[in-house]
């Protein structure tokens, strides 16, 4: 394999969460008087950390969010975790070639640590990542697109970015892998092609990705 680190994206990559959680955004969001559909979450917040909901609510309208929103959103998005989440079609036998292949891996998500942890405990990934493997948005001052998540990644596994290889399957994610200095691959199974414009390559099921790390 021609690099020396693979860095998943969690939500969407290793977990089929995009669905879940951007339904009960956009739901919490037109609730608290944002109107918001399931498109314009996909469009907007796909990939980000939750700060940028704020950001944008902010941007758009000069209101800020209730004080709890984090927490509440949080929760509801936890317990539809625990009864819908599965793990991505296939990612398992991509991270057993990994590990028979004995090439380095690990997640950076705009998620927080808990969701990370959470998704994975109910899908059965827990078993495949390691602590010291497993890095969040709240480990960094700023999350995707900015570089800064994907270049901690790197430098606390002890690689060098032109040697990383990211798998997004978001805007926002793929131009963080640029900044960063880092090849792209984007998983297409939600996202079209040309808004993960800048990815080296594409792939819409996970059993094509060995092949295009090879």
């Not at 977990?15 to 469009?43: F, K, M």
């Not at 989440?85 to 690990?106: F, I, N, Q, R």
């Not at 984007?186 to 594409?202: C, D, K, P, S, V």
Request: negative net charge; aromatic residues 8%; hydrophobic residues 45%.
């Amino acid at each position: 394999m021609r690099y020396d680190l693979v860095i998943f994206d969690n939500d969407g990559v290793l977990v089929d969460s995009e669905p879940i959680s951007n339904t009960i955004l956009a739901g919490y969001l037109t609730e608290l008087g944002h109107p918001t559909s399931y498109e314009d979450s996909l469009r907007d917040y796909m990939g980000a950390a939750v700060h940028r909901i704020h950001d944008i609510v902010m941007e758009r309208t000069g209101q800020t969010l209730p004080a709890d929103f984090d927490d509440t959103l949080h929760a509801r998005v936890f317990a539809a975790f625990e009864r819908e989440l599965v793990a991505v079609d296939g990612v398992t036998d991509v991270l057993e070639k990994l590990v028979a292949d004995s090439v380095p891996y690990c997640v950076a998500s705009s998620g927080s640590h808990e969701r990370i942890r959470v998704g994975h405990r109910r899908t059965g990934l827990d078993r495949w990542f390691e602590d010291g493997t497993v890095f969040s948005a709240q480990d960094v001052g700023r999350g995707k697109p900015a570089p800064d998540l994907f270049l901690h990644a790197a430098e606390r596994m002890g690689v060098a970015p032109e040697r990383c290889v990211v798998v997004e399957d978001s805007r926002l994610g793929v131009a963080a892998a640029r900044a960063a200095g880092m090849d792209v691959y984007g998983f297409t199974a939600m996202t079209a092609a040309e808004t993960l414009a800048g990815a080296r390559g594409y792939f819409g099921e996970m059993a094509e990705l060995p092949a295009l790390l090879a």
